[in-house]
């Protein structure tokens, strides 16, 4: 019975705790990167976005400078 309480202490028990850490630590790792891929698609839309804001704007502008060489040559 000793010996059964000696491994339960110094064997299962450190191991048990160590997995029980590493278990914590790959959730909030995985949280993390969650998080992380998160903010890279929310930063990647804005970019896209903006992107596309200022083709349309380029487009007026373009369109606005033909309709105005057009009156000029008229």
Known sequence: MDLLDLALKWVVAPIAAFIWLMYNKQQEHHVTLAVIQ????????????ENKEMRDNLRAIFSKLDSIETALRK
């Open 38 to 49: 998160n903010q890279i698609e929310a930063n990647k839309e804005a970019h896209d976005r």
